[in-house]
């Protein structure tokens, strides 16, 4: 191989970035107004008959009155997100949309007034965001973006129902039965499934990423010494590499409740709601409480400062994806040794998605977990964690070690 | 790792330590089992693909190769500290 610096056929050139370097200034974020005007908090009737009786259907995705039946939606959040339609390349600074604002209340529990009958009544909002009169029956709904992080820009209706989600936990456990802990099986209930809508981000990006490191080409592969003392040795040239990658991303999500945030895959079943993403965010509507009617939720307790960590590693992890491709000629492997990241412009949209969630609390000794199967609310993916049984666990890895050191002991006796 | 107990046993062999590592297939492959059987009950591998599951637009990607070094009869079939599968690793962070 030639000493020539060479460059790989599918790599042009290291040119000069056509976006300034570093971090984007640190200036006040533009705001994008997603508030549903049409709505107040407490009574909202329906447009047809004034009742407040309305609910998600889930086979149509729609609003449905259940008094006259009829159904309507709000709009979808994204044209208005995106305005004029410009291209993600085009995104500078930062752009928050008024329901990801920075959370400046804790308070969650509200207390609205009923216009039926005047009466006052509680919500909180950590739990639910609509809540029944109780003196006149009307349902009141929370619809303004109070700075506590339990009203998002937007929500997904789920459209995966009861029923399915249900089977689908039933499948995945059905195919987990023979190692998992028997009081799991013996109290598996999957009618127990909860409807609920957990908050995320989801954030468009326009970044610059550069990668250095080293590769190796390997160019001669032969073997030294003679007999048993034959060993395989390897010539390689090295290379000392550097990648740059301008990309942008549409809709990354990250889970905006701390709790679910955290991902300890051996404290914590987290991972297992984690890794049921993506959704179809595009169709994600306007703010309307009516949608979690008889649902639960959980209130979004992050701010966008607080979730750029991860954003960032989301984003370096893509652009160490992106680059892959440019580095294959490497055969004996790359190892990158530093990276960094340009973020020009991000978006942040804060939403509610839909999970069906079967938890299991599960007690080994003095070790307690909730284990989670999550079905996605919309294209029915199931992920889950079943909590095991150790000793059959053990019984089935022993047995089956025990037949292939039979095997391997039958082979020395006939050599 | 039942796997790579078999690999291991068929490489001890051309260099004549069958007798030692073959007795390691029963210990390995027990191994295999519980393990493999915990990760399908427990997924505690599993998270969201973003990498791949995201609308992920790239412009070219350009850069700079320069060799700068030869290295003769090492017996690694790979670069130490491969990582370029590894997305999630971080490196040193250039600020």
């Known amino acids: 191989m030639s000493d020539t610096p060479t460059a790989p056929d599918d790599v042009m050139p290291a040119a000069e970035p056509d976006q300034p370097a570093g971090q984007a200034e640190p200036t006040e974020p533009t705001v994008i107004e997603t508030a549903n005007d049409g709505l107040i908090d407490g009574v909202n009737r329906c447009a047809k008959c004034g009742s407040t009786e309305i609910q998600l259907r889930v086979s149509t995705g729609m609003l449905i009155c259940l008094f006259c039946r009829h159904e309507w939606a709000e709009e979808q959040i994204d044209p208005l997100i995106s305005g004029d339609g410009g291209a993600l390349s085009d995104l500078s600074g930062t752009t928050i949309a008024s329901g990801a604002a920075d959370i400046t209340a804790d308070a969650g529990v509200l207390t609205l007034k009923c216009s039926g009958c005047g009466a006052e009544v509680v919500v909180n909002t950590a739990e639910a965001t609509s809540s029944r009169c109780h003196w006149c029956r009307h349902v009141l709904a929370v619809n303004t973006q109070v700075p506590n992080g339990a009203v998002p820009d937007a929500v997904l209706p789920f459209s995966i129902t009861r029923d399915q989600a249900v089977e689908h936990i039933r499948a995945f456990a059905g195919k987990r039965r023979a190692f998992a802990h028997r009081t799991f099986v013996k109290e598996f209930t999957p009618g127990n499934v909860v409807g609920v809508y957990l908050p995320y981000m989801t954030v468009d990006g326009n970044v610059s990423a550069d990668v250095h490191g080293h590769g190796e080409v390997e160019t001669r592969r032969y073997t030294r010494g003679s007999g048993d003392n034959k060993v395989t040795v390897y010539d390689a040239d090295v290379y000392q590499i550097g990648r740059h990658v301008d990309f942008t991303v549409d809709d990354l999500t990250l889970e905006s409740s701390s709790e679910r945030a955290n991902m300890s895959a051996f404290a914590n079943t987290n991972n297992v709601i984690n890794t049921i993403l993506p959704f179809d965010t595009k169709n994600a509507v306007q703010w309307n409480a009516n949608y979690l009617v008889g649902y639960t939720s959980e209130r979004r307790d992050q701010d966008v400062a607080a979730m750029m960590p991860a954003l960032e590693h989301q984003l370096l992890s893509i652009a160490r994806s992106e680059v892959q491709g440019s580095v294959s000629r490497y055969d004996r492997g790359v190892r990158w040794e530093a990276e960094r990241l340009d973020v020009h412009g991000t978006r942040w949209v804060s939403m509610y998605l839909p999970v069906w969630l079967y938890s299991y609390y599960h007690r080994d000794g003095d070790e307690a977990m909730v284990h989670y199967i999550a079905v996605n609310g919309r294209n029915g993916e199931t992920m889950g964690s079943v909590p095991v049984s150790h000793w059959r666990l053990a019984a089935a890895a022993l047995a089956t070690g025990t037949v292939l050191e039979a095997v391997a002991i039958a082979l020395l006796a006939a050599s | ?95």
């Open chain 2, 1 to 95: 790792m039942l796997e790579a107990a078999v690999v291991l046993a068929q490489t001890s062999s051309d260099s004549g330590d069958l007798p030692i590592f073959l007795l390691l297939l029963g210990p390995a492959g027990a191994a295999g089992v519980y393990w493999g059987l915990y990760r399908y009950y427990r997924n505690t591998d599993k998270s969201h693909d973003f990498e791949r599951e995201t609308i992920v637009e790239s412009r070219p990607v350009t850069g700079n190769d320069q060799k700068v070094d030869e290295v003769h009869g090492t017996r690694s079939s790979s670069i130490s500290g491969a990582n370029h599968e590894d997305h999630r690793e971080r490196v040193q962070r250039l600020r």
